[in-house]
Nanobody, 126 residues
Framework: QVQLVESGGGLVQAGGSLRLSCAASGRTVNMRVISWFRQVPGKERVLVAAITWSGATTTYGDSMKGRFTISRDNAKNTVYLHMNSLVPEDTAVYYC???????????????????WGQGTQVTVSS
């Protein structure tokens, strides 16, 4: 079992920044990838960013490249999502997910992840 707890969401003005944290516990050694997804009401969850637990290879969703950075601190078993230049379209619930996708397309697929956090709300005001 793997437990994921997100934190750091909140309300921020457009152009501002936030840092989300995902604290992982349990059998994280079996999880190859930790990812952030986001979801708005009525739409599917979309990949924001992903990082391999051991090799620090990163993947980003298209609209996040250059604005968001994913990083990890293995000593703390924590993955961070640094979000800069936020726009109202970034408003969503952000979820942390753990899994073992073995291909690039699979990283974008929510079915590749067996463990999810409870989500944290990010609201960007204009």
């Amino acid at each position: 079992q793997v437990q994921l707890v997100e934190s750091g969401g909140g309300l921020v003005q457009a152009g501002g920044s936030l840092r989300l944290s995902c604290a992982a516990s349990g059998r994280t050694v079996n999880m190859r990838v930790i990812s952030w997804f986001r979801q708005v009401p009525g739409k599917e969850r979309v990949l924001v960013a992903a990082i391999t637990w051991s090799g620090a290879t990163t993947t980003y969703g298209d609209s996040m490249k250059g604005r968001f950075t994913i990083s990890r601190d293995n000593a703390k078993n924590t993955v961070y999502l640094h979000m800069n230049s936020l726009v109202p379209e970034d408003t969503a619930v952000y979820y942390c997910a753990a899994g073992s996708p073995y291909s690039n397309p699979a990283i974008y697929d929510t079915r590749s992840y067996g463990y999810w956090g409870q989500g944290t709300q990010v609201t960007v005001s204009s």
